[in-house]
């Protein structure tokens, strides 16, 4: 297939991923089948500087009372453990009730895990050594429609023993300092490289990539900021022509949108004058499944053979922002304080098309 050359994408990245593609496995995804996609979870030591301790129970909850009870298989795409900072025995020592809802999942053949440049190390250890084995990248293969999963830490231009490097300086130096994790989703530069190169590679290959890394949620190439902006558009043209008692809920929606759009702008700076895409219309080939390590909650991407989701797992008691606002239908699991809201959602038929006919 032709590509056309860009600056970003160098003939030898483009070769390192078309590589990384190919030897994938290939998980077949048929009627019935759901496939949940997590990244960035950063399992630690259950200490004061172990990240994912904030959002343990909440992803816990999730797997054991939603994803498994449904039968979804399970994809980790990356930097599930921080083995920059800590030792993998005091990981799975800890946290031996998360291993154990893996096991769980990988019993029937429903578990893929794939490195990142914070576990790369894994895939240098014997597979006798690991919980569970570990890959680079997965394809997805849903009838004619491909989509393929890789952590994104593969489109740097760093080689392996620069990141080891990195590793090194973060567990003897940095962490006995107490001074927390550094990683690409700090700088907004970085996490702009490595979503362009992503997609530009998807874009290229005319399929669907899912990455993760930035931490950064992605769903049809937009990120958060870019889809709230969307949607206060959207409800701003249906506002002069609706009912009143339509206006009032539209106004609702407005000022929570509103909100969440001035936290996101001083959250998410962006290099000046850079654009995601080159020229042409935009594409949904990129997805980011986010990561399990912020703040209010753990975010997803969900595909089963027809839809693909974007969904954050909450707890109430720290955040109330999408069981206040309308137009969202957030479901409570079982009892307790843990919701599932779909942020967005998408026909895969209209995605796969779209890519297709407008690559």
Not at 62 to 76: N, S, V
Not at 152 to 176: D, E, I, Y
Not at 299 to 325: G, H, M, P, Q
Request: proline share 4%.
């Amino acid at each position: 297939m032709a590509i056309a050359r860009t600056k970003s994408l160098s003939s030898g990245l483009l070769r390192k991923l078309d590589r990384l593609y190919e030897q994938a496995p290939v998980l077949k995804l048929g009627a019935g089948d759901k496939l949940a996609v997590f990244s960035d979870l950063h399992l630690g030591n259950g200490g004061r500087n172990d990240d994912f301790a904030r959002n343990a129970r909440l992803y816990v909850d999730a797997l054991e009372k939603y994803y498994a009870p449904q039968g979804f298989i399970l994809a980790l795409n990356g930097d599930i453990e921080e083995l920059a900072r800590f030792r993998l025995v005091s990981i799975v020592r800890h946290w031996g009730e998360v291993y154990r809802l893996w096991r769980v999942f990988a019993d029937r053949g429903a578990l893929f895990k794939l490195a990142g440049n914070h576990d790369l190390a894994l895939l240098f250890r014997r597979p006798a050594d690991l919980p569970f084995p570990v890959g680079e990248a997965l394809r997805v293969e849903i009838g004619a429609k491909r989509l393929w999963l890789f952590h994104g830490h593969q489109t740097s231009r760093l080689n392996w023993a620069f990141q080891t490097l990195g590793t090194v300086l973060l567990r003897w130096l940095l962490h006995p300092l107490g001074i927390g994790n550094y990683t690409v989703a700090h700088s907004s530069r970085r996490r702009f490289n490595v979503e362009r190169r992503a997609y530009l590679h998807a874009r290229a290959r005319r399929m669907a990539a899912c990455i993760g890394h930035t931490h950064r949620p992605l769903f049809e190439s937009l990120p958060r900021l870019d889809s709230v902006k969307m949607e206060i558009e959207n409800l701003i043209r249906r506002y002069p022509g609706a009912a009143p008692q339509e206006k009032a809920g539209l106004e609702g929606k407005l000022a929570v949108l509103g909100a969440e759009h001035a936290e996101l702008q001083r959250n998410e700076p962006r290099p000046r004058g850079e654009s995601l895409y080159h020229d042409g219309p935009l594409l949904p080939c990129l997805f980011n499944s986010g990561c399990g390590i912020g703040r209010h909650g753990v975010t997803a991407l969900e595909f089963d053979s027809r839809r693909a989701r974007l969904v954050y797992w909450f707890d109430r008691r720290r955040s109330r922002k999408y069981l206040e606002a309308d137009g969202y239908a957030p479901q409570q699991l079982g009892s307790g304080d843990h919701y599932r809201v779909v942020l967005k959602e998408e026909d895969l038929d209209y995605i796969f098309t779209r890519i297709q006919l407008l690559g």
